[in-house]
């Protein structure tokens, strides 16, 4: 399989154009304070969609408990078991990135941004209110939708708004920051589940405290400008100046004289429809990433979506198994900010292999022991493995394809571990039950194995390139 650069899809041998010097001009960009402002207040919007992602593990305890759902169920594809909540959560998120990734590409990165946001935090305060597991699978599943479109959405806004050179590090600090929501969940999943505050169940308080705390982003949203590459591209060349020469300004370099009198003419983008997306120059990437995201959601959320009930099946209690889970969820946020000292050092391939490597290590060592200090050890090294595998290919499966069809490809590949993760939450209850703890990491090293052979063979090289330049 030949791989296409990460210059693909550009009409080599064209003159300048105002996507391309605005490229240009964004490459040259210093990482100033003001920047990382931008990714900050963006990772402040993704925390909210990671908190709603990331309570699926954690409030299962809860919903086993109150009899809405069991552990396990007696067939495969028992729609009463937690499994089918796991389903339901990826089934939405498949959605959302496959059929639904178009439309920050469409209508902008900053609207879809917001109404994403708004859209699940919705749907999770209805689905907090069911009281069958029909209602709650159901609005699980349309809060899915909005979870996928949004995480595209924020990958694409970041990549566009910082210089390759420190794309690596944005992308690791967005993750830490999205991920500080992880021990918050966790925390309030160990305090709220066990009880019934008020007479309403403790995983309904979980869910409800994330959807009211979301609203800020009406706040954020006041200070985040359009993507000026999206602008670019959609013919808005003027109004993609203004907003680049504002970033300038305010990062401390003003564009040159002849870039300041520069207005190069507007140009429409070229339609660019599903189907060209499996044909040259992009098919190769898209079939390198499906391939990858296919096996990855194995790896990340067999272990991160179960957690708390992987310890239970170790002969820990509930309680005890959500204060674990709570003390391993605080490697989430740290493990991204420790990787972002190497984050543009390698290239991502590279960094995607060792974190599944490692992931293979931690994982089979966490099946084995019994012991809880080093379950929790374990279970540290584990969700640092994966954190940086996670923002890793964040950023790789973003910068490889051209603005124009930025969030519809990565919707498109990212879509694959939305439907891997789908049928995961089905496939690791039936290893569960089959082979226990054991045979749950067993399928975990597989997948993992597959990641690291076609990275390992066939990932393209990224670091320091700029995006759309010709």
């Known amino acids: 399989m030949s791989v296409v650069g990460i210059d693909t899809g550009f009409e080599l041998g064209a003159a300048p154009s105002g996507p391309d010097e605005i490229s240009r001009r964004l490459e040259a960009m210093p990482a100033t304070g003001h920047v990382w402002k931008l990714v900050i207040l963006l990772s402040l919007g993704g925390c909210f969609e990671i908190y709603d992602l990331f309570l699926t593990g954690y409030i299962a305890p809860g919903l086993s408990r109150s009899g809405l759902l069991s552990t396990t169920t007696q067939a495969f594809f028992g729609f009463s078991g937690i499994g089918a909540f796991v389903a339901a959560t990826f089934a939405g998120l498949f959605v959302g990135t496959f059929f639904l990734g178009f439309l920050a590409d469409r209508f902008g990165r900053r609207a879809i941004f917001t109404w994403a946001l708004l859209f699940y935090s919705a749907a999770s305060v209805i689905m907090a209110c069911q009281t069958s597991s029909g209602g709650l699978l159901l609005w699980r599943f349309l809060a899915g939708i909005g979870i996928g479109v949004e995480v595209i959405t924020i990958d694409a806004y970041i990549t566009e708004l910082v210089p390759s050179r420190m794309r690596g590090r944005a992308f690791a600090v967005n993750q830490a920051i999205m991920f500080v929501a992880v021990p918050v969940v966790a925390f309030l999943a160990w305090w709220l589940v066990p009880l019934a505050p008020y007479g309403v169940e403790g995983w309904r308080w979980v869910v409800l405290i994330g959807a009211a705390a979301s609203m800020i982003i009406w706040v954020l949203r006041l200070f985040l ?16 100046l203004r907003i680049l020469a504002t970033l300038e300004a305010r990062g ?61 099946e170790k002969g820990i209690t509930v309680t005890k198994s959500l204060q674990y889970s709570f003390i391993v969820a605080f490697a989430y946020p740290i493990a991204p900010l420790l990787a972002a000292s190497f984050a543009d050092t390698f290239e991502r391939r590279w960094i995607i292999s060792g974190a599944c490597i490692a992931i293979i290590v931690f994982g089979m060592a966490f099946a084995q022991l019994t012991a809880p200090v080093l379950l929790i050890v374990c279970g540290v090294l584990l969700t640092a493995s994966n954190t940086t595998m996670s923002y890793a290919y964040h950023a790789y499966q973003s910068e490889v394809f051209p603005t124009r069809i930025r969030a519809r490809a990565s919707g498109l590949v990212y879509s694959m571990s939305r439907l891997s993760a789908t049928f995961s939450g089905f496939i690791v209850a039936y290893m569960l039950k089959e082979g226990g703890v054991i045979g749950v990491f067993g399928l975990i090293t597989v997948a993992m194995l597959i990641v690291v052979i076609t990275m390992a063979l066939f990932g393209p090289n990224v670091r320091g390139k700029a995006l759309d330049t010709v």
């Open 225 to 240: 400008p359009e993507s000026p590459l999206w602008l670019a591209r959609h013919g808005r060349t003027e109004e993609a």
């Open 252 to 312: 401390g370099t003003a564009p040159s004289p002849a870039a300041s009198l520069a207005r190069p003419a507007a140009q429409a983008v070229a339609p660019v429809n599903f189907a060209d997306l499996f044909r040259a120059p992009y098919l190769s990437l898209v079939v390198l990433f499906m391939v990858f995201n296919l096996c990855q959601a194995f790896g990340f959320y067999g272990f991160a979506n179960w957690v708390p009930t992987l310890l239970v």
